[in-house]
């Protein structure tokens, strides 16, 4: 089963494309997350949040356990130049180094770089966003 590191964006419809692979940034998290620390930002899973409707994709697709839905907290909110600062820092360091983090750092580094075009496109409309997961 692959996961996948994906934004959700605060509303209804941010009137544009957020959709982010994500596989190869959820393959390599630890690698990421020690490399924010490094870089002293926050690492990418402190954005991280479930609302009901994930939770329950997650559940379907096998992974997680239906009696917790109930009392999950409600979902919480970032400020897109937060996580901009974070994925910018990342895709930074990546650009100079790509293999810092393994052999598929490129890859690790596009997706870092398409991360920044939504959250700019979110900072810019004033929404806020968090980082969920899904499993396939």
Do not use: C
């Amino acid at each position: 089963m692959a996961a996948s590191l994906y934004i959700v964006v605060e509303g209804e419809d941010p009137e544009y494309d957020i959709f982010v692979n994500g596989r190869s940034l959820a393959l390599h998290e630890d690698s990421v997350e020690r490399l924010a620390l490094q870089l002293g930002v926050k690492p990418l899973l402190d954005f991280f949040s479930a609302d009901e409707n994930s939770m329950a994709l997650l559940i379907e697709e096998g992974a997680g356990n239906p009696k917790l839905l109930p009392s999950l907290p409600p979902p919480q909110w970032y400020a897109a130049k937060d996580g901009l600062a974070t994925v910018s820092a990342l895709a930074a360091a990546l650009r100079e180094n790509p293999s810092q983090i393994g052999p598929e750092g490129a890859l690790v580094m596009a997706e870092l770089e398409e991360y920044a075009i939504v959250l700019r496109k979110a900072y810019e409309r004033g929404l806020r966003w968090h980082l969920a997961v899904s499993w396939r």
